[in-house]
């Protein structure tokens, strides 16, 4: 069974940080590219940020590109968003989700989704 279960989330103000992790079982996490989603009430799960299975190939959303930073460790199993410089508009639910290839930008392409993570971002 897999599993990807998001930690991290809080409250904080703007222009703070906050570190997100995402720790993954079931699954062989080292050959699957990982990704973040976010989704703000209302709206549609945005993609965020992307990173093959080795780790050398990441992707990011033009409006985190500079402020935010995707890493994962495959002898622990887990992916890390380190978010910097936050913003009010970064509220929003962040997701984790892998993917069985290359990253993608589409929600439909992913396998699995964790069960989400609340960031609040007050001004």
């Known amino acids: 069974q897999v599993q990807l279960v998001e930690s991290g989330g809080g409250l904080v103000q703007a222009g703070g940080s906050l570190r997100l992790s995402c720790a993954a079982s079931g699954l062989t996490f080292s050959t699957k590219a990982m990704a973040w989603f976010r989704q703000a009430p209302g709206e549609e799960r945005d993609f965020v940020s992307g990173?093959?299975?080795?780790?050398?190939?990441?992707v990011y959303a033009d409006s985190v590109k500079g402020r935010f930073t995707i890493s994962r460790d495959n002898t622990k199993n887990t992916m890390y968003l380190q978010m910097n410089s936050l913003e009010p508009g970064d509220t929003a639910v962040y997701y984790c989700?892998?993917?069985?290839?290359?990253?993608?930008?589409?929600?439909?392409?992913?396998?699995?989704w964790g069960q989400g993570t609340q960031v609040t971002v007050s001004s």
């Open positions: 990173i093959s299975w080795t780790g050398t190939t990441t």
């Open positions: 989700a892998a993917i069985m290839w290359s990253v993608s930008k589409n929600v439909e392409d992913y396998n699995y």
